[in-house]
């Protein structure tokens, strides 16, 4: 339920309605807006009385929020979210586009790869240190000492660095050189992770696991908010069907679709989904076309030797044909 004040209502007003909601026994969260605050109950398993919260000071009315997740519903929070870190703006209109390789693998290759993207246009890093792998015997990423070069990567490029924590262990030290944690497909329902991530100082990246439906998405968003952390990307990076052209079906209609009943900024990663280098730009741009907030893309200067998903890493001079294209549709 959502406890919608007065647009003139005062912040001491605010604080006595999560004060009553707390006596009831549940949690009220401001969600502060452009023309009046809401105040957001969460944590009740069935319908809440809400006799004693209409008569208080300063509460307009309140509204039944019909979605099973509450935070991130664009029921309780009408205007889309923005994130903004330095001088980049999540959901701001313009697409944010997020470019390297899969993973680490030295400090050369990602140095590399790093200046291309820069130069093309990227305003994020992407780069795995700790890599979440199908087969224990594959590379399974450069762990701390790969952080160690994204952070080189940021002090030499200005670009900012998104990369993956595995489980709530390993994000304590990746909350601490990234400037976005990314939570991969395989961890999208990681409560102990998801939940830890939500104590986290730096915003999340939280892509759709391959067999989830978007309101398994949004519940693992919520889980995120609930515990604090409301700087949320979502990003679809492709799911399982019986189609086999691609390693994954992009399910472009999750956009709009995300866009209507959430407030979250929503990504696309084209690569995870295409599994295969030529069909990247072209889904890069159905992505814009839909109305993706950016792109997630795989980069490599090296791709037939990259230690992982060398097949769908664009070469560098391709990734500057994608951005060529892409400024067709976003101007
Ligand atoms: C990745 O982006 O490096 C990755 C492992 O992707 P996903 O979690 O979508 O498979
Ligand atoms: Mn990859």
Not at 28 to 52: E, F, K, L
Not at 147 to 167: F, H, N, S, Y
Not at 177 to 201: E, F, K, P, T, V
């Amino acid at each position: 339920m959502l406890v919608v004040m007065k647009n003139d209502a005062t912040e001491a007003q605010v604080q006595a309605v999560v004060r009553a909601i707390e006596k009831l026994g549940y949690r009220g969260i401001p969600m502060p807006g452009a023309q009046r605050t809401a105040v957001c109950i969460i944590g009740n398993t069935g319908p809440v009385d809400d006799s004693g919260l209409l008569v208080m000071n300063g509460v307009k009315e309140t509204i039944r929020v019909t979605k099973p997740y509450k935070l991130v519903s664009r029921e309780t929070h009408p205007q889309s979210t923005v994130i903004a870190i330095g001088d980049i703006k999540i959901g701001g209109g313009k697409p944010v586009i997020m470019a390297g390789p899969c993973a680490v693998e030295s400090e050369e290759q990602a140095l590399t790869i790093a200046r291309l993207v820069k130069k093309y246009g990227a305003q994020v890093f992407r780069g795995g240190a700790f890599k979440p792998r199908t087969s224990p015997y594959s590379f399974q990423g450069l762990g701390e000492e790969g952080l160690k070069i994204l952070d080189k990567v940021r002090q030499e490029t200005g670009l900012l660095i998104v990369t993956e924590a595995t489980d709530h262990i390993n994000i304590e030290v990746v909350e601490q050189y990234a400037d976005i944690i990314q939570i991969g497909a395989r961890n999208m329902q990681n409560y102990s992770l998801l939940r830890r991530a939500g104590h986290a100082s730096k915003p999340v990246l939280l892509k759709r696991s391959f067999a989830a439906t978007i309101e398994e998405l949004l519940m693992s968003a919520e889980y995120i908010s609930s515990e604090g952390n409301n700087q949320v990307i979502l990003c679809e990076r492709g799911i399982r069907t019986f189609s086999d052209n691609t390693r994954n079906t992009l399910d472009l209609s999750a956009i709009p679709s995300i866009k209507e009943v959430s407030h979250l900024p929503i990504i696309v990663d084209p690569s995870h989904a295409a599994g295969r280098r030529d069909y990247v730009i072209s889904l890069s741009k159905g992505a814009i076309a839909v109305g993706a907030d950016g792109l997630l893309v795989e980069v490599h200067h090296d791709p037939p030797h990259a230690l992982s998903d060398g097949m769908q890493s664009l070469y560098p001079e391709q990734f500057g044909e994608l951005m060529e294209e892409i400024k067709g549709l976003t101007r």
